[in-house]
């Protein structure tokens, strides 16, 4: 079963609205969660590496006043992407590692389809 | 220059055959870890299988395998009998180094499509 969960799947909504996409580990505790963005026929991108109890790193290029990342608990991360813009649209999904170990893969949550019209 | 790089943007595979899809990275740390994920057109990623630097043995994993050539910096993921359901973007990554470092490094993917 899902071990990661993402919420909304979907969002639409006006320029100018701020959008929170939360991300939940659900049977472990992810100190460390990323976040990543899917445009369409592309590859994920690596937007920001979310620390529990410590300010994201973000990659270069992204705008941190634009992608808010709160990582407040050991089970939830949130992006809240501020005041969205026609360009912000697109696949936005976080993952998180079950345990630490160079062999442990990243699992992902479903993925929240961002829609600013 | 590209970490990871997937050659081949779609292939075609008839069902129950076998299917090779071509991963080559490029790093000069030792330690690092080469992962296959999945894709379906929902969306959500799916993990198939890990390889790591100093593994010994190719990974196997079901009807999923890895031909690991590190001299030649290649991971290769190979399908075995092809399901319809295995239609989907695969992507090859990349984790390096150890310790905490969980960053993954993604390649452009590879949309398989397997026909009946």
């Known amino acids: 079963g899902a071990v990661v969960s993402q919420h909304p799947s979907w969002v639409i909504c006006k320029s100018g609205t701020s959008v929170k996409i939360e991300c939940r580990s659900l049977d472990f505790q992810a100190t460390t969660m990323f976040w990543y963005r899917q445009f369409p026929k592309q590859s994920l991108m690596l937007m920001a590496t979310s620390n529990e109890g410590s300010k994201a790193t973000y990659e270069q290029g992204v705008e941190k006043d634009k992608f808010l990342i709160n990582h407040a608990s050991l089970t939830l991360s949130t992006l809240t992407v501020t005041s969205a813009h026609p360009e912000d649209s697109s696949f936005y999904i976080c993952s998180a590692s079950r345990r630490q170990g160079r062999n442990q893969p990243q699992h992902f949550g479903d993925g929240t389809r961002l829609s600013i019209l | 220059a590209q970490k990871i790089t997937q050659t081949q943007p779609g292939m075609f595979v008839q069902e129950k055959e076998a299917v090779t899809l071509d991963c080559t990275y490029d790093?000069?740390?030792?330690?690092?870890?080469l992962f296959w994920y999945k894709q379906p057109s929902s969306g959500e990623m799916i993990f198939l299988i890990y390889q790591g630097s100093y593994d010994q043995q190719n990974a196997t994993e079901g009807r999923y395998s890895l031909n690991f050539q590190k001299a030649r910096k290649s991971a290769n993921l190979v399908i075995s009998a092809s399901q319809l359901g295995d239609s989907a973007m695969y992507f090859c990554a990349m984790r390096e180094g150890g310790g905490s470092n969980y960053k993954l490094t993604f390649g452009k993917g590879t949309l398989l499509t397997v026909n009946p």
């Open positions: 790093t000069s740390d030792p330690s690092y870890g």
